[in-house]
C-alpha cells in the first residue's frame, strides 16, 4: 500500500469515527432521559452479577477440587456443598479474626484516634505558618457559608433499596452461575453466527483464563500481603493495632499500586502518637518505606510469579483503567479494571494473531499456485 492509498484510509477511518460521535451526539440529546434511565437499571443488574461473579472465581478451585475428590457429576450437589463451606468459613472468621479486628478498630477510633487529633492540634500550634493555612482552609467548610440543602428521602429510599436488591442477589447469581455455567454458556454461544463460534469460544476461553489466574492470585496476594505486614507491624511495637493494621493492607490490596498506600495512612497517623514504636520518631517514615518496599516486592516478584504474565499490565495503563471503569462502575468497576483490561488485551492479541494467520495463509497460497504454475509450464 503506497502512501497515497494510507493517506485516503486515514481520512476514511477519521470521517467515520466523526460521524459516528455524532450520530451518539444526537441519540444522546434526543433519547438523554431514557439512556440515563436504562443505564441504571443495567447497572442495577451488573453489580451484583460482577459481585457473584467475582466471587465464583475465588471458590472456583475449591469448586473443582469437590468434584474431583467427591466424583460428583451432580451440579446442584456440589453447589449447596460449596455454598455450606462458604458460610461455615465466614462464620470461622467472624467469631474469631472478625471479632478481634471489630475489638481492635473500636479501641482504635475510641482511643487512638482522639490522641492522633489532639498530636495534630499540637503539631499546628507550634507551627503558626501551617496553622493559618489550615483555618483558611477549614474555613471553606464552615457550614454557614455552605448553602442550605434539604434532604433527599426518594434518593436515601432508592440508595438503601439498591443495597437490599445487591444484598439479595448475589447469592442468587452465585447459585446460578455455579450450577448453570454450562448451560448459561451455550445459551449465549448460540446467539453468535455459526461461523464466528469457534472465534467466541477461543476468545471466551482466553477471557476466563486471564480473569480466573487474576482473582485467584489477587486473593493469594490480599492474603500474603495481609499474613507479611501483620508480622511487620509486630516487630515495629504496633502491638493490639498490628492485627487491624494488617488486615487493612490486605484488603485494600485488592485496588493494586494505590490501595496499600491508602490502608498504609492510619499506621502512620498511630505511629505519630506513640514514640515506644521501633525507630521512635522516624517510626512514621519507616512505615512509609516499608509499604513502598513491600509494594515493589509484590509488584516485581511476588504477583508475576502468582498470576503469571497474562495479568501484567503497565501501571499506567491499570491507574487509566482505574479511573475508567471506577468511573462507570464505582467500586466494582475498580475492582474489576485489572482483569477487565487484560481481557481487551488477550481480545487484541487474538485479532492481531488471526490476521497474521490470515495473511500467512494467503502467502501460502500464492507459493503453492506459484509452484503449479511452473510445473505446468515446465
Given at each position: 500500500?503506497?502512501?497515497?492509498?494510507?493517506?485516503?484510509?486515514w481520512?476514511?477511518?477519521?470521517?467515520?469515527?466523526?460521524?459516528?460521535?455524532?450520530?451518539l451526539?444526537?441519540?444522546?440529546?434526543?433519547?438523554?432521559?431514557?439512556?440515563?434511565?436504562?443505564?441504571?437499571?443495567?447497572?442495577?443488574i451488573?453489580?451484583?452479577f460482577?459481585?457473584?461473579l467475582f466471587?465464583s472465581y475465588?471458590?472456583?478451585?475449591?469448586?473443582?477440587?469437590?468434584?474431583?475428590?467427591?466424583?460428583?457429576?451432580?451440579?446442584?450437589?456440589?453447589?449447596?456443598?460449596v455454598?455450606?463451606l462458604?458460610?461455615?468459613a465466614l462464620?470461622?472468621?467472624?467469631?474469631?479474626?472478625?471479632?478481634?479486628?471489630?475489638?481492635?478498630?473500636?479501641?482504635?477510633?475510641?482511643n487512638?484516634?482522639?490522641?492522633?487529633?489532639?498530636?495534630?492540634?499540637?503539631?499546628?500550634?507550634?507551627?503558626?505558618?501551617?496553622?493559618?493555612a489550615y483555618e483558611?482552609?477549614?474555613a471553606?467548610?464552615e457550614?454557614?457559608?455552605?448553602?442550605t440543602?434539604?434532604?433527599n428521602?426518594?434518593g436515601?429510599?432508592?440508595?438503601?433499596?439498591?443495597?437490599?436488591?445487591?444484598?439479595?442477589?448475589v447469592?442468587?447469581?452465585?447459585?446460578?452461575?455455579?450450577?448453570?455455567?454450562?448451560?448459561?454458556?451455550?445459551?449465549?454461544?448460540?446467539?453468535?453466527?455459526?461461523?464466528?463460534?469457534?472465534h467466541?469460544?477461543?476468545?471466551?476461553?482466553?477471557?476466563?483464563?486471564?480473569?480466573?489466574?487474576y482473582?485467584?492470585?489477587r486473593?493469594?496476594?490480599m492474603?500474603?500481603?495481609?499474613?507479611i505486614?501483620?508480622?511487620?507491624?509486630?516487630?515495629f511495637?504496633?502491638?493490639?493495632?498490628?492485627?487491624?493494621?494488617?488486615?487493612?493492607?490486605?484488603?485494600?490490596?485488592?485496588?493494586?499500586?494505590?490501595?496499600?498506600?491508602?490502608?498504609?495512612?492510619?499506621?502512620?497517623?498511630?505511629?505519630?502518637t506513640?514514640?515506644?514504636?521501633?525507630?521512635?520518631?522516624?517510626?512514621?517514615?519507616?512505615?512509609?518505606?516499608?509499604?513502598?518496599?513491600?509494594?515493589?516486592?509484590?509488584?516485581?516478584?511476588?504477583?508475576?510469579i502468582?498470576?503469571?504474565?497474562?495479568?501484567?499490565?503497565?501501571p499506567?495503563?491499570?491507574?487509566s483503567?482505574?479511573?475508567?471503569?471506577g468511573?462507570?462502575?464505582?467500586?466494582?468497576?475498580?475492582?474489576?479494571?485489572?482483569?477487565?483490561?487484560?481481557?481487551?488485551?488477550?481480545?487484541?492479541?487474538?485479532?492481531?494473531?488471526?490476521r497474521?494467520?490470515?495473511?500467512?495463509?494467503?502467502?501460502?497460497?500464492?507459493?503453492?499456485k506459484?509452484?503449479?504454475?511452473?510445473v505446468?509450464?515446465?
Amino acid at each position: 500500500m503506497n502512501l497515497q492509498s494510507r493517506k485516503v484510509n486515514w481520512m476514511v477511518n477519521l470521517t467515520l469515527v466523526l460521524l459516528a460521535l455524532g450520530v451518539l451526539y444526537l441519540v444522546q440529546a434526543l433519547f438523554g432521559d431514557f439512556i440515563t434511565r436504562f443505564m441504571n437499571a443495567f447497572n442495577a443488574i451488573v453489580l451484583p452479577f460482577a459481585i457473584a461473579l467475582f466471587i465464583s472465581y475465588l471458590i472456583a478451585p475449591i469448586f473443582r477440587l469437590l468434584e474431583r475428590r467427591l466424583k460428583s457429576r451432580n451440579q446442584l450437589f456440589n453447589t449447596v456443598i460449596v455454598f455450606a463451606l462458604i458460610l461455615a468459613a465466614l462464620g470461622t472468621f467472624s467469631v474469631f479474626a472478625g471479632a478481634i479486628i471489630y475489638d481492635q478498630a473500636l479501641s482504635f477510633i475510641e482511643n487512638d484516634w482522639p490522641n492522633i487529633i489532639e498530636t495534630f492540634r499540637t503539631f499546628l500550634e507550634n507551627n503558626p505558618r501551617l496553622l493559618n493555612a489550615y483555618e483558611s482552609f477549614i474555613a471553606f467548610f464552615e457550614l454557614d457559608r455552605l448553602p442550605t440543602t434539604s434532604i433527599n428521602f426518594l434518593g436515601i429510599f432508592q440508595t438503601l433499596t439498591n443495597i437490599i436488591i445487591t444484598v439479595v442477589l448475589v447469592p442468587v447469581f452465585l447459585f446460578f452461575i455455579l450450577n448453570d455455567r454450562k448451560r448459561i454458556y451455550d445459551g449465549l454461544l448460540v446467539l453468535f453466527p455459526k461461523k464466528w463460534r469457534h472465534h467466541v469460544i477461543e476468545l471466551t476461553q482466553r477471557a476466563h483464563h486471564v480473569i480466573e489466574t487474576y482473582f485467584n492470585g489477587r486473593f493469594l496476594t490480599m492474603a500474603f500481603m495481609a499474613v507479611i505486614f501483620t508480622i511487620a507491624f509486630f516487630i515495629f511495637g504496633f502491638g493490639g493495632r498490628s492485627i487491624l493494621f494488617g488486615f487493612m493492607m490486605g484488603f485494600f490490596d485488592v485496588v493494586p499500586y494505590v490501595g496499600p498506600f491508602i490502608a498504609m495512612v492510619l499506621p502512620v497517623l498511630f505511629s505519630l502518637t506513640d514514640d515506644s514504636l521501633l525507630f521512635g520518631n522516624f517510626a512514621p517514615l519507616a512505615v512509609i518505606i516499608m509499604v513502598t518496599v513491600g509494594q515493589l516486592i509484590q509488584n516485581n516478584v511476588a504477583q508475576p510469579i502468582i498470576m503469571g504474565k497474562e495479568t501484567k499490565l503497565h501501571p499506567l495503563l491499570v491507574l487509566s483503567s482505574f479511573v475508567f471503569f471506577g468511573y462507570l462502575y464505582g467500586v466494582i468497576g475498580i475492582i474489576l479494571a485489572i482483569p477487565l483490561t487484560g481481557t481487551i488485551r488477550s481480545t487484541v492479541e487474538y485479532i492481531h494473531e488471526f490476521r497474521q494467520k490470515k495473511t500467512l495463509d494467503k502467502d501460502d497460497k500464492k507459493k503453492i499456485k506459484q509452484i503449479k504454475e511452473e510445473v505446468t509450464s515446465s
